[in-house]
């Protein structure tokens, strides 16, 4: 079995997705962590990525970047990418849209004018993110009702991404109480022993 190596800030963020897939598919990997204002980074690994920014993946030393290109190639590599063709395409859109409600969360959380983010927080909370969930929440019911998983009858990185998206945003229920297919799943996948025992172990960040 090849090394892995995942390389990021000392926070879930970005780089959250492909250790949950690791951790749920048991694999061994080192997780480095740079504190924000170490003196490790940039250092000598910036030169090692590929676009000079993290997270990356290496790979028996063999550098992969993009944070929901490296989740898709260990969810391929490791069974978790759905079982045929087309529910690895539907757990791949899923993966998407989560990337397009991780944007505009970040966006709220990075405006540096707080009238605006103040602004930017109340839409997005009252009006996109509801779309965004009420979208879901539908492709979840078309798979045989909506009880057990977004993709075929079995975990997918589908799954670990929503599970992923209530950590980013907040991790509280209060967003999905209209959403009771989606709320239902990430209690699934959290209590999924391999991801429970990640989420309790892994280090208390604040983002």
């Not at 250092?43 to 090692?48: I, N, P, Q, R, V």
């Not at 707080?114 to 078309?142: D, W, Y």
């Amino acid at each position: 079995m090849a090394n892995f190596k995942l390389v990021y800030f000392d926070g879930r963020g970005r780089g959250e997705l492909a250790r949950l897939v690791l951790k749920a598919a048991a694999i061994p990997f080192e997780d480095v962590r740079f504190g924000y204002g170490s003196d490790a980074w940039p250092g000598e690994w910036k030169a090692k990525c590929p676009f000079g920014q993290l997270p990356v993946l290496f790979v028996d030393d063999k550098p992969l970047a993009q944070s929901t290109t490296m989740a898709r190639y260990l969810a391929k590599e490791f069974n978790l990418a759905g079982k045929c063709a087309w529910g690895q395409a539907r757990a791949d859109m899923l993966n998407d849209e989560f990337d397009d409600i991780s944007n505009e969360a970040y966006k709220c959380f990075f405006e540096s004018d707080e009238t605006k983010k103040a602004e930017m927080t109340a839409k997005f909370n009252g009006e996109s993110l509801p779309r965004h969930l009420g979208c879901l929440e539908n492709l979840l019911k078309e798979n045989n009702g909506g009880d057990g998983y977004f993709v075929g009858d079995s975990l997918t990185w589908a799954g670990l991404g929503i599970a992923n998206a209530y950590d980013l945003l907040g991790g509280t229920d209060a967003p999905f109480e209209n959403f009771p297919l989606l709320a239902g799943l990430i209690k699934r996948v959290r209590a999924h022993p391999k991801v429970a025992e990640w989420i309790n172990a892994r280090p208390q960040t604040p983002f």
